[in-house]
């Protein structure tokens, strides 16, 4: 499709690709159509967000999925028959519309706003206009909706979605749509087929744009992101949105706790979303239970991360793993467990990629045992601040990768000589004076930034450290979509 040709506006993308179109927000990793999940989805690199949008008993424009406000909130009533202040004494966390617009206007998010309610799609136009928001797609399912904003020369783009086994040209004659959704997840197991090169040439001849249905299984992605549709919904924008341009300068991302901005730290969940995001290394903590079982957490007790009390070492794997280690974060993830390393192991494997292991309270030789036995040995490196630990690793094996920290020696020839590690970990205000020295020794220079200033990411972007420990992936990707980075240091 020739998107110079097309009959609507559409900011795209600088490289090309489809818009990342956050589905009810990053719904993923945060309850569904409130601010928090708009708030990640930016975060995590959507260019717009896919909002539904129903009208109070008194006209309201208010953004929620359901009528109801029962599965979302577990409180009683239809949006339709409250009023907004009562709406908002139930249900707290359901916002307007104006709220929506105000805080995409603030994060620079488009608005992909699909109407619920009749009549509710010209109340959001003018809120939109009054608001001064250009970016913005006006959709829904009612042919009748659609049509009633295209008769009335509706200034946004509107889309008319589509279920399965309708003719969705048909509908967008009736409807006077601009772009056709096709709303085809549900179309077995390789949707992708649907969108044939004949439905593609179709909507190029009648001047239609495509949006496709919300996507989260990778195989699927990666087939239909390479089509020529203008946009992509998806409950986990960062599946949309990966740290391919930080590879592309050489530099790998170690997640520090897994993504803990976005899903509670230490957890499968934190690692997955790492994982997605295109992370080479999740760094995890562990320590030893009661019975002997390594478990993944980084105090010495449960009380910070879980809804628990006590030692970690006087409990039994099985009473850590009882615990809740995730609504202390966000009840969305209430349910979340400590994982034990096997687990995070497996993930890891499953994606291909490797683990960072700092080790709190293991018996060195159990855990390089126990990592061997997984055959992942080659796919991790350890470290630990107890200098029993740290040294116990290099004496039961000379192959265990071991990273070693600048800050605990007075140079890179001290720290090379103490325990032959593969990895020289320097702060980022050490970094420039340093990795020349820590290369010429023969070590992998990791650059340690758990801060959150863009300014000091657009900095390491132009540094292009081999590695990177972080606690912002997010704001690391952001950095390196620049389009101008001097040569890497060699």
Sequence with gaps: MDRDTIRY??????????????????????????????????????????????????????????SGLERMFGAKGEIADLDLAELRRRAPDLPTLDEVIALAAKLDQGLYVEIKARGAGAVAARQMQAAGFGDAVIGSFSLEEVRDLADAH???????????????????????????????ERGGERPQDLVTPDLMRGSEEAGLGIVLWHEERRSVLD????????????????MMVRLDDARALGIQAVCHRGANRFAPENTLAAARLSFEQGADYVEVDVRESADGEIIVIHDPTVDRTTNGSGRV??????????????????????????????????????????????????????LVDFVESKGFLANCFFWSGNPALQEGTRSVSVDA???????????????????????????YEDYENNVEACIEAGLTPMLQYFGHDPAVFAHIATLRPPMINLDRADLLLKACRTDDHPASIS
Excluded at 44 to 63: F, K, P, Q
Excluded at 161 to 175: H, I, K
Aim: overall charge negative.
């Design 313 to 366: 070492i006087d409990m039994t794997a099985a009473e850590l793993r009882a615990l809740d280690a995730g609504t202390w974060f966000s009840p969305h993830f209430s349910g979340e467990r400590l994982p034990l390393l096997s687990d995070v192991i497996e993930l890891a494997q499953a994606y291909g990629r490797k683990l960072y292991i700092e080790n709190k309270s293991v018996p060195a030789r159990k």
């Design 9 to 66: 506006p559409w900011r795209g993308r600088t490289d090309g690709k489809p818009r990342v179109i956050a589905h009810r927000g990053a719904s993923a990793h945060a309850f569904e159509n409130t601010l928090r999940a708009f708030t990640v989805a930016a975060e995590l690199g959507a260019d717009m967000w896919e909002i539904d949008v129903h009208l109070t008993r008194d006209g309201a424009a208010v953004v929620s999925h359901d």
């Design 154 to 184: 509706c200034p946004y783009p509107l889309a008319i979605l589509v279920p399965l086994g309708v003719d969705p040209f048909d509908w967008a004659e009736r409807s006077g749509a601009d772009i056709i959704h096709l709303c085809w």
């Design 401 to 427: 990768p071991i990273k070693s920290s600048l800050c605990d020696y007075p140079d890179i020839a001290a720290l090379r000589q103490h325990l032959a590690p593969a990895i020289a970990e320097i702060l």
């Design 223 to 238: 087939d239909i992101e390479a089509l020529p549709v203008l946009g992509i919904c998806t409950n986990n924008p960062e």
